[in-house]
């Protein structure tokens, strides 16, 4: 059993910092990449960043600059760090993970957070 545990979610003004952050643990042999999506109501699910196992970041074009994705690999923990937040930022955030299960190499799967609501608002 594999599951993603976010948490940071919240209200904030504009202009504010949040810090998210979504913990996989389970039965895990190798993370491949871990990232973040984001869903406005009556909008569909976006990437916001992703981090790839020794890749090269990811970023909308809408958060560059002012969000920062990072991991721990000892934790099996990603982070997103949202600086000079925007109301147009308001939106479920998932966690999203790429990674094999057990105790060797097998095929990948792709697990999801319950998602964390982020509202920006004055």
């Known amino acids: 059993q594999v599951q993603l545990v976010e948490s940071g979610g919240g209200l904030v003004q504009p202009g504010g910092s949040l810090r998210l952050s979504c913990a996989a643990s389970?039965?895990?042999?190798?993370?491949?990449?871990m990232g973040w999506y984001r869903q406005a109501p009556g909008k569909q699910r976006e990437l916001v960043a992703t981090?790839?196992?020794?890749?090269?970041?990811n970023y909308a074009d809408s958060v560059k600059g002012r969000f920062t994705i990072s991991r721990d690999n000892a934790k099996n923990t990603v982070y997103l760090q949202m600086n000079s937040l925007k109301p147009e930022d308001t939106a479920v955030y998932y966690c999203?993970?790429?990674?094999?299960?057990?105790?060797?190499?097998?095929?990948?799967?792709?697990?999801w957070g319950q998602g964390t609501q982020v509202t920006v608002s004055s």
């Open positions: 999203n993970a790429i990674l094999q299960i057990g105790v060797g190499p097998g095929p990948n799967y792709q697990y």
């Open positions: 981090l790839p196992s020794g890749g090269s970041t």
């Open positions: 389970g039965s895990i042999f190798s993370i491949n990449a």
